[in-house]
Every structure is written in structure tokens, then in C-alpha cells.
């Protein structure tokens, strides 16, 4: 049987739906989820990394793992304390 390579995209900054997206345009899977706190409400969301290097070559149907970022409850209240203070 022969072997389809794919190249893996750039997901870092997208939104997971992006990424899905992206990765089933190339015949690639979203593989393990993991949420990564930030305090930064723009990057609610969107990918924080990837496991595997864009423009990497991989065989089809392999999983890519990605890291998104979440707001947590702690960077809000230091974001927000931070705003009292400053003002």
C-alpha cells in the first residue's frame, strides 16, 4: 500500500474550529486538546502551540496535538486589580 504524506499547517494563532479545519483540508486529525491559561482575552481560544512543526511531512490520518489557550479566573482578578491600580 502506498503512503500519502501530507504537510502539517500552521495552526498556532487560528481557532481550534480553524484548525479542524485546516488539518482535514490536508487529510490530518486534531489529536489530544490541552488548555493552557492566559490572561490575555485576544487569545481566548486560539491554538498556543502544536506538537508538530508546521510544513513538517506526515503520513495521512496522523494526529496533530494542539494547546489552547483558556482565561482563568486567577490572570482575570490580576487583570483586573491591575486596572484599579493603574487608574
Known amino acids: 500500500p502506498e503512503v500519502t504524506i501530507s504537510k502539517v ?3 498556532v494563532g487560528k481557532t481550534e474550529r480553524e484548525a479542524q479545519a485546516l488539518l482535514e483540508s490536508v487529510k490530518l486529525q486534531i489529536g489530544t486538546v490541552t488548555k493552557v491559561p492566559t ?12 506538537n508538530i512543526p508546521a510544513d513538517t511531512e506526515l503520513k495521512q490520518d496522523s494526529k496533530i496535538n494542539i494547546e489552547v489557550y483558556e482565561l482563568k ?5 490580576e487583570f483586573i486589580v491591575k486596572k484599579v491600580i493603574t487608574k
Request: net charge positive; charged share 25%.
Open 73 to 77: 479566573m486567577k490572570f482575570l482578578k
Open 9 to 11: 499547517p500552521a495552526l
Open 39 to 50: 490572561g490575555e482575552e485576544a487569545l481566548v481560544g486560539r491554538i498556543a502551540s502544536q
